[in-house]
């Protein structure tokens, strides 16, 4: 040891030693070379380090009379990463050489020590591959990793949907060949582009697969109803405006307690305000719009009585050919027999959102409690998204499946229901996970392609939907470990995903990427990630990722290993001499 300063270290070497491996006492040392491990031996303790960088440096004081001296000499720089105890390896500074301390080579099994993650021997681990320059098994264990927030990220055909298909088929193969229990678990994996369904046919009797589709029907997704009329849900998913839209929605929510299955009684009372002291030109309109979700047969007749109805400006009321004015409910009730004791069709709970805020809509315009213009494009927007979030969701209090694996595949759905669905079934399933009467001890949330919805750049959104989007996700990394609640995200633009979420993550398996932003959030939001293994990223073969983390004393070079392709995700780049037969 020739330098030591904070925690780097610089070393001569013998110039002979250029060779990458050494035979000694019939065991294999790895040579000196960039990325390897030495010790150096301080005394008893036999201190580990990574080297980092190497160069020769001329020596000036060389004598003419001896032969033996060598005019450069080769140094060495290095970082402590940790110490070995009575055969164990600890992780951490607590050590420092001494100047003139030895350096010596290091065998394997001191390097499979180094990459041994288990706090006991009894520790559970799973297999996910190689270390990349020694090629010795890497085993990470369960708990530090899997009880944390993980992030995946590479460019795509790195190898990033084999490296999460892989943690997750590895963990579940480990629980079902050793019959163990995940009841007290589950798994959401969201899927927005359908490659993960041969995680379901590899383990059918714990994983539940859910295709929606906005096409044609396909299956649903089950909330219940109290997760569903939630005030703050419905502003989300019909991007509701915080000052005018949002209270309109809460007061729906407050007037169906009211009016709960009692629907005659919402639309008699509506009439009697409508045609009252007080009347508006848009009501009749209003509900001529309903007149499709009421019952088949009456539809015309609702039709014509209302088409009777004329608006006069100068009075502020309505005429009809037979009562002339339209003074009070009475006069009105004389020739609207038909539409005041009609009852309505619902074929799912969009209509019944669509026919509450219609009634509202005319309850308190002719109250003048609201502006028609302030919400009428709220309920424009509710009766348009009404047929494609019908398609995906179904409302009722029983009948969720049991299984504790299901994986949401949304690669029929339109834009809308991606953005859309992801963002409500972590909204409620966090809410049920925190509440007292769930049983569940941990919920692991699994987002593929993350950037769809985690993205702070998306034009294409209301900056409200936008904020509140983030915000959830955000108050979930930043609180969620406490509940036991992990989420686990893989994503191809880390610089797209808000830094608060980056930087929250415990655990990170970093492929290729070669975007400058990328590596830039990188170095910012990892503290665990040393130079060395950073100037890796840009140039990783495909299946090679860095593994650094809270759950890892030193960050690894691990080439994952290939699932079989029975159960690899479906993501592998198309062969075009085969297909083209060249």
Excluded at 31 to 49: P, S, T
Excluded at 74 to 86: A, D, H, M, P, T
Excluded at 463 to 473: A, N, S
Excluded at 486 to 504: A, C, E, L, M, N
Aim: hydrophobic share 35%; charged share 25%; aromatic share 10%.
């Amino acid at each position: 040891v020739t330098l030591v300063k904070g925690t780097s270290v610089k070393a001569k070497v013998n110039s002979d030693l250029y060779q990458s491996t050494y035979f000694h006492n019939g065991k294999i040392l790895r040579g000196i070379a960039i990325n390897e491990f030495v010790l150096m031996r301080k005394g008893y303790q036999d201190i580990v380090g990574k080297i980092i960088g190497e160069e020769i440096i001329e020596n000036y004081n060389v004598s003419n009379e001896s032969l033996e001296q060598k005019r450069y000499e080769r140094v060495i720089e290095l970082y402590i990463i940790g110490y070995f105890f009575e055969e164990k390896f600890y992780s951490g500074i607590k050590y420092l050489p001494m100047i003139n301390d030895s350096l010596y080579l290091i065998s394997d099994d001191k390097i499979s020590e180094i990459y041994n993650f288990k706090k006991t021997s009894k520790t559970p681990v799973i297999n996910i591959g190689k270390s990349m320059l020694e090629e010795l098994p890497i085993d990470i264990p369960i708990n530090g990793v899997f009880n944390s927030h993980i992030g995946i990220f590479g460019n795509t055909g790195s190898g990033k949907s084999n490296t999460l298909a892989k943690l997750y088929h590895s963990l579940l193969h480990k629980i079902i060949t050793q019959h163990s229990k995940i009841d007290k678990s589950s798994f959401t994996l969201i899927d927005f582009n359908g490659e993960y369904g041969t995680l379901a046919k590899s383990f059918p009797e714990i994983c539940h697969k859910i295709d929606l589709n906005t096409k044609s029907d396909g299956d649903k997704i089950i909330f219940s109803e109290n997760e569903f009329w939630d005030d703050e849900l419905l502003s989300v998913l019909f991007s509701a405006t915080e000052k005018t839209q949002k209270p309109f929605l809460t007061h729906l929510i407050k007037s169906k307690l009211k009016y709960d299955s009692d629907l005659i009684s919402y639309l008699k009372i509506t009439i009697d305000t409508m045609f009252g002291a007080n009347q508006h030109r848009e009501t009749v309109n209003l509900l001529k719009s309903l007149v499709p979700l009421f019952s088949k047969d009456s539809q015309a007749l609702i039709f014509d009585e209302l088409a009777k109805f004329s608006w006069n400006s100068s009075l502020d009321k309505y005429m009809h050919p037979i009562p002339t004015w339209i003074n009070n409910s009475q006069d009105a009730l004389r020739v609207l027999t038909t539409t005041y004791n009609s009852n309505f069709e619902i074929h799912n709970i969009f209509d019944e959102i669509t026919i509450r805020a219609t009634l509202q809509l005319i309850n308190s315009v002719s109250r003048n409690y609201v502006q028609y213009d302030h919400i009428s494009p709220l309920i424009n927007k509710i009766s348009a998204m009404s047929s494609s979030l019908s398609k995906v969701i179904e409302i009722k209090n029983t009948g969720k499946e049991k299984k504790p694996i299901n994986i949401i595949s949304l690669k029929e759905c339109n834009q809308l229901i991606k953005k859309t669905i992801p963002m409500m079934i972590a909204k409620c399933s966090f809410l049920e996970h925190k509440s007292p009467q769930n049983l569940k001890e941990s919920f692991h949330l699994i987002i593929d392609e993350a950037h769809n919805i985690l993205s702070e750049a998306s034009v294409r959104e209301a900056e409200t939907w936008k904020d509140y989007r983030l915000e959830l996700f955000e108050e979930i990394i930043k609180e969620g470990r406490k509940f036991g609640y992990f989420v686990t995200i893989s994503s191809q633009r880390p610089f797209d995903i808000s830094p608060t979420i980056i930087s929250q993550l415990h655990n990170y398996f970093i492929h290729r990427l070669v975007n400058e932003n990328d590596l830039f959030l990188l170095k910012n939001t990892l503290s665990t990630l040393d130079a060395a293994s950073r100037t890796l990223i840009p140039t990783l073969p495909p299946g090679g990722c860095i593994v650094s983390g809270t759950a890892f004393h030193t960050p690894l070079l691990v080439q994952i290993d290939r699932l079989a392709e029975d159960s690899a995700p479906q993501s592998d780049t198309l062969d075009l001499e085969k297909l083209w037969g060249i």
